[in-house]
């Protein structure tokens, strides 16, 4: 009989041990998790929408878990108070011009508060003070935006599926220039000819100048641009004298 109370003793006992230290390991996490243990301020920020923020979410500042999400309260029918406990170790580089905004820790994670950086020269923001908020973008919203960009892709694919089929086909100025080889030919046919028109007419105007009518008028012309050239010449050596005298 003694042997049995003192193992139920024993058991009772660790049971016991047991639950105190899980008790304890429980109060350290939430503890750490709720900043029970950090020096802390508050901050707040209002919002239209949390987008699913709660309590005891986390604060991130730079990507760093700077604080957590201490309290929400719907102020009226459009406006929700978020009031946040920071680390007092963060203080001096939160600003008074930076801004809380409400992300995801991840592509699909839980809702998170995120400070972006202010300006150097801005003050630091005291405890109990307000900073400027800005709206999260909506998860359905983006869905809603994706369903019409994708339904105009799908529009132009159709179109350009039509367009190509009738130049195919032959239908239309482009289809006809492509598949009628009657007008490719007409078309390097012009091609030809425009380069035989270039060549006459330079030859007619090489015939031109050798006509003693029009050759006193082409040797004016040589004339005058050599000696424009000669001018532009005697300028850039006059320019190039004076700096080197100043030298």
Known sequence: ???????????????????????????????????????????????????????????????????????????????????????????????????????????????????????????????????????????????TSLNVTAGNAAVITDQLSEIMIKINSGNGTLGRLIQDSTIAENINQTIVNLKKSSNGLNENMNAAKSNFLLKGYYKKKEKAAEKKKDAAEDKKAGEQKIKNDNK
């Open 1 to 143: 009989m003694d042997t049995h109370t003192q193992k139920f003793k024993v058991r009772l006992g660790l049971f016991i041990a047991g639950g105190i230290v899980l008790f304890v390991v429980a109060i350290f996490l939430i503890g750490r998790q709720k900043n029970l243990f950090n020096p802390v301020y508050k901050l707040s920020a209002t919002f239209h929408n949390v987008s699913g923020l709660q309590v005891g979410s986390n604060i991130r500042f730079s990507g760093i878990n700077v604080g957590t999400v201490d309290n929400i309260t719907i102020i009226n029918d459009s406006t929700v108070r978020v009031d946040m406990l920071i680390k007092k170790n963060v203080q001096q580089f939160i600003k008074t011009d930076c801004e809380a905004g409400i992300g995801s820790a991840g592509i699909i994670g839980d809702r998170i508060l995120i400070i972006t950086q202010g300006s150097n020269s801005a003050h630091s923001a005291k405890s109990e003070q307000h900073i400027a908020s800005k709206e999260p973008v909506e998860a359905d919203a983006i869905m």
